[in-house]
């Protein structure tokens, strides 16, 4: 299951500029459907040819009456220009006009080159511009969340890959270091955070010598040096004895990493020239090596466990196989083998910063987009399919190889390889000059790789204005002719404090991925430089390569007639067929035809050029179609996220009420707090803070309303906020304004926290009131709601006594009905007999306390009595006969 992109270029659409693909077919159309909003193709009528060095190609269902057949003569293909990279190529195409409806040379004229016949004005159907067909499917992941709501999302069909994966950006929170957070929350930028892949590294540089750090990053990693070498490489190195079986470690205030925390970084500053070259170095991170890197974290063996927090970027697998996956990987393997990998990623990374002249550019498709979507209540899914003009940054493929070809010297220092030590790091970064050489052989080396490669590959041929326009059968790519081939991604952060009158975020930071197999499915990918509870927006672009074409006409010529061949030749046979000559439409000049290499009226005629020719077709047009592969290199949205990283809501609190057993009006609830419940969904919100705090977490966390909590508060529990209302509540929001107390369960000797706290308060007696209870942890995420206590504290003629009744949420839900009585005169009045009422204090033992003998006391000395019996009351009118029938139950209720 996948979202399934077709991407089509605008000018393969009727109405586009491209008038000749309109004329005759080979082009898309946007028709309503009961799904949405789709493309359809209208496709070319190609017939066999009896000479076999041309292709026919009809109009599609008449769709220019002027014109009856396209010829292509594919034995005249010739080589368009020598001296480009990539080859080109021109076809003579012959177009034949319909005798029935072109009523003379000057309305075919008219007809080609715009233009006014006989009173009508006709648009041209020759243009000499330059056209794209860069068009390709393209498969995007479902965000996790989105496939949550899909019912049955394993089974439905997937794409033309199978299942593709399923997106997710999420957090982890996996220890409270509260010394650390206050230090990174004043930091001026997220890019002075410790970041968890250079201590990884550094773990690597120190024991192997396989990464090299510069002066500025073995400071910012060492705290100026304070930090001992020995010590620095060990932080992210668990041991296995401090591992449990989920991973974690088993006690984090004992660890290096903790210390290193809450104390080095914390106690020891770095210098302003660190901090300057820091918030340059780390803005690109370039990751071009494979999972199965050292650079890459191992969830089972608790690497990533060992860090408080960070974001968390994984893909799911695809379900296709590893050959399969690796048949389209031409270009990334043309680059690795030309150790070219390191190169393209700083190209890549110059290119969509706008960091250099070569810039990208816009191009405009038109995107037709098919996904499943559900439900909020998990039971129906719906198959969408809209399109719409969307615009992707795009450059040539090959000026940016030309570019890095040229350009071998590192200007900025904005960037950071992650990674060992390697040559090709070297001289990448180089910035003198030394390893020329070497970067132009490997960039020569891959340039010539791919040139061959387009040459070579029968899949970009065209050898007729059929092939260009076949959008039917587009084999083997699917229903486009161009190869495509997703060579890198890139995932932009942005945060910080709006700056600007538009109050907009910055970019932070760029990560730059080479697409490794398996990148982002066997491993994840994480991020550690953010803030607590601050909100980043994180793009993921894929970069696509496209193996498209470029397309343009020229040469034009068309004819007129100057005899009829029976003139020329003076045989009666040849009545039938014309005598004409091509032209140049822009200067009348005859001008010689392009389908063949001579003129067959020349053995009846020597003056007779090339331009002169016999014919069974009176209208001809004849013209060049130049054509060359042409590759982009697309950049194309994946997924787009914002959230923040917060604490999990701390656990329920057990209630157990009680009253005072004294004078002192006082009733009393212990405030227990429970254990970790794995089926509890989020924790029911009384105020719009709060349901702030849900949203945001449940999106960030990809789940959805039905979702269990399974993960718990990693702060302690540390206040209970206490809340109380005169009158019932009809809803849980009643309460988020009568917050009556918040109370602190940390000792602030001892700082030691407790689980169980006695509040009491002195109310007033024969009054209700309603009390709810919930736990904040140390983070002030508020956690899981307790019932609402009805409490009441009776004062019966000196007597005191406490009543506690439980509400639950669902009992405050009030049925509403429509009119639900009708008002009529008081004509009568039940009231049961004094024997009913009576109370019976037989049983009472007025020697024990009067609170232990209310179970005694009954009501009614009767012997039939009628508590909790059903009566019926029949009325009948005198004027209508007819009846009404009332039904009533007398119940004892206890006050």
Request: aromatic share 14%; charged share 25%; proline share 4%.
């Amino acid at each position: 299951m996948s979202k399934e992109l077709n991407i089509i270029d605008i000018n393969l659409f009727s109405g586009s500029s491209e008038v000749f693909r309109t004329a005759i077919g080979g082009y898309w159309e946007i028709l309503s459907s009961s799904a949405g909003e789709q493309i359809v193709p209208i496709e070319l009528d190609e017939q066999d040819s009896s000479f076999p060095d041309e292709d026919i190609t009809t109009p599609v269902d008449n769709h220019n009456p002027f014109i009856s057949s396209v010829l292509s003569a594919h034995s005249l293909k010739e080589t368009l220009d020598e001296d480009v990279i990539l080859p080109n190529y021109r076809i003579p195409v012959r177009v034949l006009g319909d005798p029935d409806t072109v009523l003379s040379d000057y309305h075919w004229k008219a007809i080609w080159m715009g233009g006014t016949f006989a009173g009508i004005n006709y648009d041209a159907l020759y243009t000499d511009a330059t056209f794209d067909d860069y068009s390709f499917n393209y498969e995007l992941p479902y965000p996790e969340q989105d496939a949550k709501y899909i019912l049955d999302s394993e089974n439905l069909p997937s794409g033309q890959y199978g299942a593709a994966p399923t997106a997710q950006i999420t957090y982890e929170y996996n220890h409270y270091l509260s010394k650390y957070q206050d230090y990174i929350k004043d930091l001026d930028s997220e890019l002075l955070i410790p970041n968890m892949y250079l201590l990884k590294t550094y773990y690597y540089e120190y024991a192997t010598s396989y990464a090299r750090f510069n002066t500025h990053i073995e400071n910012f990693i060492t705290r100026e040096g304070i930090i001992p070498e020995e010590t620095a490489a060990e932080l992210l190195v668990p041991f296995e004895e401090e591992i449990d079986t989920d991973g974690n470690l088993i006690n984090m205030e004992d660890s290096s990493i903790y210390q290193y925390l809450t104390s080095s970084i914390v106690i020891n500053a770095l210098s302003a020239s660190t901090k300057t070259a820091m918030k340059d170095i780390l803005q690109n991170i370039i990751f071009d090596r494979d999972p199965t890197a050292n650079i890459w974290f191992n969830e089972s063996v608790g690497e990533p466990q060992m860090v408080p927090f960070y974001m968390k970027f994984s893909f799911e697998p695809q379900s296709q196989s590893v050959l399969e996956r690796l048949a389209f990987t031409k270009f990334g393997a043309a680059m690795a083998d030309a150790d070219y990998k390191d190169r393209f990623l700083m190209t890549l990374k110059q290119v969509f910063n706008d960091e250099i002249d070569l810039s990208s550019n816009e191009h405009q498709f038109a995107v037709q987009t098919s996904y499943w979507s559900g439900s909020t209540d998990l039971s129906t899914n719906t198959w969408t399919i809209n399109t719409q003009n969307q615009t992707y940054r795009s450059v040539d493929f090959m000026e940016m190889l030309l570019y890095g070809y040229k350009n071998y010297i590192a200007a900025e220092e904005n960037y950071y390889y992650f990674g060992f030590d390697d040559f090709d790091k070297r001289a990448v970064m180089d910035p003198s000059g030394s390893y020329r050489y070497y970067n132009s052989i490997n960039s020569i080396n891959v340039i010539n790789s791919i040139v061959d490669y387009v040459k070579d590959s029968e899949n970009f041929e065209i050898d007729s204005i059929g092939d260009l326009y076949d959008i039917a059968e587009r084999a083997p790519f699917g229903i486009t002719k161009s190869y495509t081939e997703t060579i890198a991604y890139r995932i932009e952060k942005i945060g910080g404090p709006p700056t600007d009158d538009a109050q907009t975020q910055n970019v932070l930071q760029n990560f730059w991925l080479w697409n490794a197999d398996g990148l982002l499915v066997e491993k994840s990918f994480y991020d550690s430089q953010v803030k607590y509870n601050e909100d980043y927006t994180y793009n993921i672009y894929a970069y696509v390569i496209v193996v498209g074409y470029k397309y343009s006409f020229s040469d034009i010529v068309l004819s007129r007639q100057i005899g009829t061949t029976a003139d020329s030749t003076g045989d009666a046979e040849d009545e039938g067929t014309y005598c004409i000559e091509l032209y140049d439409p822009t200067t009348n000049e005859a001008s010689p035809q392009l389908f063949s290499t001579e003129s067959n009226l020349e053995e009846h005629n020597v003056l007779a050029t090339n331009a002169q020719i016999i014919s069974d077709d009176k209208y001809i047009t004849d013209f060049y179609l130049n054509y060359e592969p042409s590759i982009k290199l697309i950049e194309i949205p994946v997924m787009s996220k914002t959230l923040r990283i917060t604490d999990n809501p701390p656990n329920q609190i057990n209630v157990i009420p009680y009253q005072m057993m004294d004078a002192s009006q006082k009733i009393g609830y212990t405030l227990a707090y429970e254990l970790f419940n794995e089926s509890a969904d989020y924790p029911t919100t009384i105020t719009a803070d709060d349901a702030k705090i849900k949203s945001d977490y449940l999106h960030a966390k990809d789940l959805i309303s039905s979702d269990y909590l399974e993960q718990e508060s990693v702060s302690m529990q540390q206040y209970i906020e206490v809340y109380r209302l005169d009158e019932k509540p009809t809803s849980m929001t009643d309460f988020q304004t009568s917050l009556i107390a918040t109370i602190d369960l940390k000792d602030p000797k001892s700082s030691t926290i407790k689980s169980l706290h006695d509040f009491i308060q002195k109310v007033r007696t024969n009054k209700t009131y309603y009390y709810l209870f919930r736990m904040l942890n140390e983070q002030y995420v508020p956690g899981h709601l307790t019932e609402i206590y009805e409490a009441q504290l009776i004062n019966d003629g000196g007597y005191t006594y406490s009543i506690f009744n439980v509400l639950f949420e669902e009992d405050l839900e009030e049925e509403i009905f429509t009119n639900p009585s009708k008002v009529f005169k008081k004509l009568f009045q039940l009231t049961p007999n004094l024997s009913q009422l009576t109370l019976n204090t037989d049983n009472v033992d007025y020697d024990q306390p009067g609170y232990t003998q209310l179970e005694n006391i009954e009501v009614g000395e009767s012997d039939d009595l009628i508590w909790g019996k059903q009566f019926k009351i029949r009325l009948t009118s005198k004027k209508t006969g007819k009846k009404i029938d009332l039904n009533f139950t007398y119940n004892l209720e206890s006050d």
